[in-house]
């Protein structure tokens, strides 16, 4: 679970035809007696998320992440100059 905490606003107007005057502005023709707002939920409830996790650190300055996750982090972690995926592009002539 993952706390969201985040206050948007849209507007839905009538007029002639659909049309969406700006991000947060929809047009709807008068006779029309519903409007859809799952789009508009999956989409702002998609942007409050965050793109990564980060795990804040406790009053005492220490990582609340997983000891377990970050040890296998570590264990896969590739160090040196041989581990670079790209060293082999480093040779490529393109003269």
Not at 47 to 64: A, Q, W
Request: aromatic fraction near 10%; glycine fraction near 6%.
């Amino acid at each position: 679970d993952m706390p969201v905490d985040n206050e948007e606003e849209f507007f839905v107007k009538f007029g002639d035809e659909y049309r969406d005057e700006a991000d947060n502005v929809s047009i709807i023709p008068e006779g029309v007696g519903h409007f859809d707002i799952a789009p508009l939920l999956y989409d702002y409830l998609h942007l409050m998320i965050p793109y990564r996790v980060v795990h804040p650190d406790d009053e005492n300055g220490n990582t609340t992440c997983d000891r377990t996750v970050i040890s296998r982090l570590e264990q896969l972690k590739v160090t040196g100059e041989n581990g670079s995926v790209w060293d082999k592009l480093k040779d490529i002539n393109l003269d």
